[in-house]
Protein backbone atom coordinates (compact mmCIF):
# COMPACT_ATOMS: atom_id res chain seq x y z
CA UNK A 1 0.00 0.00 0.00
CA UNK A 2 1.35 3.42 -0.87
CA UNK A 3 1.41 6.16 1.54
CA UNK A 4 -0.72 8.40 -0.18
CA UNK A 5 -3.43 5.86 0.01
CA UNK A 6 -2.78 4.74 3.77
CA UNK A 7 -3.35 9.08 3.96
CA UNK A 8 -6.62 8.75 1.55
CA UNK A 9 -7.83 6.27 4.46
CA UNK A 10 -6.58 7.52 7.22
CA UNK A 11 -8.26 11.11 5.93
CA UNK A 12 -11.84 8.77 4.87
CA UNK A 13 -11.99 7.55 8.78
CA UNK A 14 -11.91 10.74 10.21
CA UNK A 15 -14.42 12.06 7.71
CA UNK A 16 -16.48 9.12 8.90
CA UNK A 17 -16.13 10.07 12.66
CA UNK A 18 -16.66 13.97 12.21
CA UNK A 19 -19.70 12.66 10.05
CA UNK A 20 -21.01 10.61 12.67
CA UNK A 21 -20.88 7.62 10.19
CA UNK A 22 -18.64 4.22 11.95
CA UNK A 23 -17.09 1.60 10.33
CA UNK A 24 -18.34 -1.73 11.91
CA UNK A 25 -16.58 -5.04 12.02
CA UNK A 26 -20.55 -6.48 11.74
CA UNK A 27 -22.77 -4.53 9.73
CA UNK A 28 -25.85 -3.25 12.04
CA UNK A 29 -29.15 -4.92 10.38
CA UNK A 30 -30.82 -3.02 8.15
CA UNK A 31 -33.83 -2.79 10.87
CA UNK A 32 -31.99 -0.96 13.53
CA UNK A 33 -31.14 1.52 10.99
CA UNK A 34 -34.51 1.98 9.50
CA UNK A 35 -35.81 2.49 12.91
CA UNK A 36 -33.03 5.30 13.78
CA UNK A 37 -33.64 6.90 10.45
CA UNK A 38 -36.90 6.94 10.88
CA UNK A 39 -36.58 8.39 14.62
CA UNK A 40 -34.63 11.25 13.30
CA UNK A 41 -37.21 12.08 10.89
CA UNK A 42 -39.67 12.00 12.83
CA UNK A 43 -37.53 14.32 14.85
CA UNK A 44 -36.74 17.00 11.79
CA UNK A 45 -39.98 17.12 9.69
CA UNK A 46 -42.91 19.49 9.25
CA UNK A 47 -45.03 17.19 7.14
CA UNK A 48 -47.44 14.97 8.82
CA UNK A 49 -47.68 12.37 5.83
CA UNK A 50 -43.48 11.88 6.28
CA UNK A 51 -44.10 11.36 9.88
CA UNK A 52 -46.98 9.39 9.80
CA UNK A 53 -44.90 7.11 7.23
CA UNK A 54 -41.75 7.29 9.56
CA UNK A 55 -43.45 5.70 12.54
CA UNK A 56 -44.83 3.30 10.73
CA UNK A 57 -41.47 2.26 9.38
CA UNK A 58 -40.32 1.94 12.81
CA UNK A 59 -43.52 -0.28 13.99
CA UNK A 60 -42.67 -2.40 11.45
CA UNK A 61 -39.13 -3.60 12.55
CA UNK A 62 -40.35 -5.30 15.52
CA UNK A 63 -40.93 -8.84 15.70
CA UNK A 64 -45.03 -9.12 15.25
CA UNK A 65 -45.01 -5.08 14.83
CA UNK A 66 -48.62 -5.50 13.35
CA UNK A 67 -49.66 -6.95 16.48
CA UNK A 68 -47.88 -4.28 18.57
CA UNK A 69 -44.64 -6.02 18.83
CA UNK A 70 -42.59 -7.03 22.52
CA UNK A 71 -42.72 -5.16 25.16
CA UNK A 72 -39.86 -2.41 25.81
CA UNK A 73 -38.53 -0.42 28.60
CA UNK A 74 -37.15 2.69 27.03
CA UNK A 75 -36.35 6.42 27.61
CA UNK A 76 -37.17 6.94 30.99
CA UNK A 77 -40.87 6.14 30.60
CA UNK A 78 -40.90 4.21 33.70
CA UNK A 79 -43.26 1.33 32.29
CA UNK A 80 -43.05 -1.74 30.26
CA UNK A 81 -45.31 -0.86 26.76
CA UNK A 82 -45.55 -2.39 23.60
CA UNK A 83 -43.62 -1.45 20.87
CA UNK A 84 -46.01 0.04 18.64
CA UNK A 85 -46.95 2.20 21.91
CA UNK A 86 -43.77 3.40 22.14
CA UNK A 87 -43.12 4.35 18.54
CA UNK A 88 -46.58 6.00 18.99
CA UNK A 89 -45.04 8.30 22.28
CA UNK A 90 -42.08 9.07 20.16
CA UNK A 91 -44.18 10.56 17.34
CA UNK A 92 -46.23 13.02 19.63
CA UNK A 93 -43.25 14.10 21.29
CA UNK A 94 -41.23 14.83 18.45
CA UNK A 95 -43.49 15.75 15.53
CA UNK A 96 -47.19 16.74 17.42
CA UNK A 97 -45.58 18.48 20.21
CA UNK A 98 -42.19 19.23 19.30
CA UNK A 99 -41.54 19.28 23.06
CA UNK A 100 -38.90 16.65 22.70
CA UNK A 101 -35.54 17.41 19.94
CA UNK A 102 -33.08 14.20 19.33
CA UNK A 103 -29.95 15.86 19.16
CA UNK A 104 -27.58 12.82 17.98
CA UNK A 105 -28.13 8.93 17.09
CA UNK A 106 -25.42 6.85 16.76
CA UNK A 107 -25.26 3.21 16.36
CA UNK A 108 -22.07 2.47 18.25
CA UNK A 109 -21.53 -1.27 17.67
CA UNK A 110 -23.15 -4.56 16.33
CA UNK A 111 -21.95 -7.99 18.03
CA UNK A 112 -23.20 -11.58 16.95
CA UNK A 113 -24.58 -13.79 19.69
CA UNK A 114 -25.19 -17.32 19.66
CA UNK A 115 -26.78 -20.48 20.88
CA UNK A 116 -25.66 -23.72 21.50
CA UNK A 117 -24.82 -25.98 18.80
CA UNK A 118 -22.83 -29.66 17.85
CA UNK A 119 -20.25 -27.74 15.50
CA UNK A 120 -17.52 -27.23 17.29
CA UNK A 121 -18.05 -29.91 19.83
CA UNK A 122 -18.58 -29.05 23.68
CA UNK A 123 -17.70 -24.84 22.48
CA UNK A 124 -20.14 -24.89 19.22
CA UNK A 125 -22.35 -22.28 19.36
CA UNK A 126 -24.34 -20.79 16.27
CA UNK A 127 -25.03 -17.66 15.58
CA UNK A 128 -28.51 -16.80 15.58
CA UNK A 129 -28.65 -12.94 17.00
CA UNK A 130 -27.27 -9.65 16.40
CA UNK A 131 -27.15 -7.12 19.08
CA UNK A 132 -26.80 -3.33 18.43
CA UNK A 133 -25.83 -0.59 20.98
CA UNK A 134 -26.79 2.90 20.12
CA UNK A 135 -26.41 5.73 22.17
CA UNK A 136 -29.30 8.77 21.80
CA UNK A 137 -29.39 12.33 23.18
CA UNK A 138 -32.96 13.83 23.68
CA UNK A 139 -32.98 17.52 24.20
CA UNK A 140 -36.16 18.01 26.83
CA UNK A 141 -37.15 20.87 28.06
CA UNK A 142 -33.93 22.20 27.51
CA UNK A 143 -32.34 19.43 29.19
CA UNK A 144 -30.05 16.90 27.50
CA UNK A 145 -31.05 13.40 28.04
CA UNK A 146 -28.53 10.47 27.35
CA UNK A 147 -29.87 6.91 26.84
CA UNK A 148 -27.64 3.76 25.75
CA UNK A 149 -30.14 0.85 23.66
CA UNK A 150 -29.47 -2.10 23.45
CA UNK A 151 -31.37 -3.44 20.62
CA UNK A 152 -31.55 -7.54 19.32
CA UNK A 153 -32.34 -8.78 16.33
CA UNK A 154 -33.10 -12.41 14.72
CA UNK A 155 -30.93 -13.33 12.20
CA UNK A 156 -33.60 -15.85 10.97
CA UNK A 157 -36.41 -12.93 10.62
CA UNK A 158 -34.23 -9.55 10.56
CA UNK A 159 -36.55 -7.99 13.06
CA UNK A 160 -36.38 -6.41 16.69
CA UNK A 161 -36.91 -9.17 19.05
CA UNK A 162 -35.56 -6.83 22.23
CA UNK A 163 -35.22 -3.49 23.47
CA UNK A 164 -34.07 -1.75 26.18
CA UNK A 165 -32.27 1.02 27.81
CA UNK A 166 -29.70 0.32 29.67
CA UNK A 167 -27.10 2.29 32.29
CA UNK A 168 -24.02 0.98 31.00
CA UNK A 169 -22.42 -1.51 27.62
CA UNK A 170 -20.18 -3.04 29.96
CA UNK A 171 -20.90 -6.21 31.36
CA UNK A 172 -23.72 -8.10 31.24
CA UNK A 173 -27.06 -6.57 31.22
CA UNK A 174 -30.22 -7.08 33.44
CA UNK A 175 -33.56 -7.57 31.60
CA UNK A 176 -36.73 -7.33 32.78
CA UNK A 177 -37.73 -10.54 34.55
CA UNK A 178 -41.97 -10.16 32.24
CA UNK A 179 -41.75 -11.07 28.87
CA UNK A 180 -44.12 -10.18 26.43
CA UNK A 181 -47.10 -12.81 25.48
CA UNK A 182 -47.48 -14.55 22.35
CA UNK A 183 -44.96 -15.45 19.98
CA UNK A 184 -43.14 -12.09 20.57
CA UNK A 185 -42.38 -13.29 23.89
CA UNK A 186 -41.29 -16.86 23.03
CA UNK A 187 -38.80 -14.64 20.44
CA UNK A 188 -37.38 -12.52 23.33
CA UNK A 189 -36.81 -15.43 25.64
CA UNK A 190 -35.20 -16.96 22.40
CA UNK A 191 -32.63 -13.53 22.10
CA UNK A 192 -31.93 -13.68 26.15
CA UNK A 193 -30.72 -17.35 25.92
CA UNK A 194 -28.72 -16.10 23.09
CA UNK A 195 -27.16 -13.29 24.75
CA UNK A 196 -26.50 -14.62 28.13
CA UNK A 197 -25.08 -18.07 26.21
CA UNK A 198 -22.89 -15.67 24.59
CA UNK A 199 -21.58 -14.43 27.36
CA UNK A 200 -21.26 -17.43 29.05
CA UNK A 201 -23.90 -16.73 32.14
CA UNK A 202 -24.84 -20.39 31.21
CA UNK A 203 -27.20 -20.74 34.35
CA UNK A 204 -29.38 -17.91 32.82
CA UNK A 205 -29.13 -18.78 29.44
CA UNK A 206 -30.37 -22.48 30.52
CA UNK A 207 -33.42 -20.90 32.39
CA UNK A 208 -34.58 -19.16 29.44
CA UNK A 209 -34.63 -22.11 27.72
CA UNK A 210 -36.78 -23.96 30.43
CA UNK A 211 -39.31 -20.66 30.45
CA UNK A 212 -39.43 -21.76 26.72
CA UNK A 213 -39.85 -25.10 26.76
CA UNK A 214 -43.11 -24.18 29.29
CA UNK A 215 -44.63 -21.78 27.03
CA UNK A 216 -43.88 -23.62 23.21
CA UNK A 217 -43.44 -27.43 24.84
CA UNK A 218 -43.11 -28.14 21.05
CA UNK A 219 -40.11 -26.04 20.22
CA UNK A 220 -37.97 -27.83 17.61
CA UNK A 221 -34.97 -25.64 18.15
CA UNK A 222 -35.26 -24.97 21.99
CA UNK A 223 -35.67 -28.64 22.85
CA UNK A 224 -32.34 -29.04 20.37
CA UNK A 225 -30.28 -25.92 22.35
CA UNK A 226 -31.70 -27.10 25.91
CA UNK A 227 -30.63 -30.75 25.14
CA UNK A 228 -26.79 -29.86 24.36
CA UNK A 229 -27.11 -27.68 27.36
CA UNK A 230 -27.99 -29.73 29.62
CA UNK A 231 -26.06 -33.10 28.49
CA UNK A 232 -22.52 -30.53 28.48
CA UNK A 233 -24.08 -29.92 32.29
CA UNK A 234 -23.53 -26.03 31.33
CA UNK A 235 -26.28 -23.64 33.25
CA UNK A 236 -27.46 -27.35 35.40
CA UNK A 237 -24.19 -29.03 36.71
CA UNK A 238 -25.38 -28.60 40.17
CA UNK A 239 -29.07 -29.69 39.30
CA UNK A 240 -27.84 -32.97 37.11
CA UNK A 241 -25.12 -35.74 37.67
CA UNK A 242 -23.72 -37.13 34.69
CA UNK A 243 -26.30 -40.26 34.18
CA UNK A 244 -29.29 -37.80 34.85
CA UNK A 245 -28.40 -35.31 32.56
CA UNK A 246 -27.98 -37.36 29.52
CA UNK A 247 -31.08 -38.98 30.52
CA UNK A 248 -32.86 -35.45 30.60
CA UNK A 249 -30.60 -34.00 27.24
CA UNK A 250 -32.13 -37.38 25.75
CA UNK A 251 -35.76 -36.10 26.41
CA UNK A 252 -34.94 -32.92 24.91
CA UNK A 253 -33.41 -34.16 21.72
CA UNK A 254 -36.32 -36.36 21.36
CA UNK A 255 -38.35 -33.42 21.09
CA UNK A 256 -36.44 -31.92 18.52
CA UNK A 257 -36.19 -34.66 16.23
CA UNK A 258 -39.52 -34.84 16.27
CA UNK A 259 -40.88 -31.12 16.28
CA UNK A 260 -38.11 -29.18 14.75
CA UNK A 261 -37.15 -27.69 11.09
CA UNK A 262 -35.60 -30.51 8.49
CA UNK A 263 -31.89 -28.35 9.24
CA UNK A 264 -32.48 -28.63 13.29
CA UNK A 265 -33.66 -32.49 13.23
CA UNK A 266 -30.73 -33.73 11.56
CA UNK A 267 -28.66 -32.14 13.78
CA UNK A 268 -30.54 -33.40 16.70
CA UNK A 269 -30.56 -37.38 14.74
CA UNK A 270 -27.01 -36.50 14.88
CA UNK A 271 -26.21 -35.71 18.18
CA UNK A 272 -28.30 -38.16 19.89
CA UNK A 273 -26.25 -41.09 17.18
CA UNK A 274 -23.57 -40.34 19.10
CA UNK A 275 -24.87 -40.28 22.32
CA UNK A 276 -25.35 -43.38 21.78
CA UNK A 277 -22.46 -44.55 20.61
CA UNK A 278 -20.73 -43.01 24.07
CA UNK A 279 -19.08 -39.76 21.78
CA UNK A 280 -19.41 -37.32 24.36
CA UNK A 281 -17.69 -34.44 22.24
CA UNK A 282 -18.31 -34.80 18.39
Not at 10 to 16: N, Y
Not at 184 to 193: F, H, T
Not at 251 to 269: F, H, L, R
Request: net charge positive.
Amino acid sequence: MTLNMSLKKCVLMVTMVMTGSIAFAVDPPKSVKIFYDNLQRLGTTNSSDEAASAQQSMVKCFHEGDKGGPDVTMDGIGEEIQASTYTARLYRLLFMQKSLKIESCNILKTESNGQPDQLGGKNGMEATHLVSYVTKKYIKNGVCEVYNDMVTVSNQSGLITEMMNVSSFEGIAQFSQTVSAGESGIEQLRARAAYYYTNKDYETAYKCYEELMKRAPHDGDAAYRIALMTFWRRGCKNRFSKKEAKKVAIQYVEIAIEYANPVIKQKAINVWQNWDRQNIYF
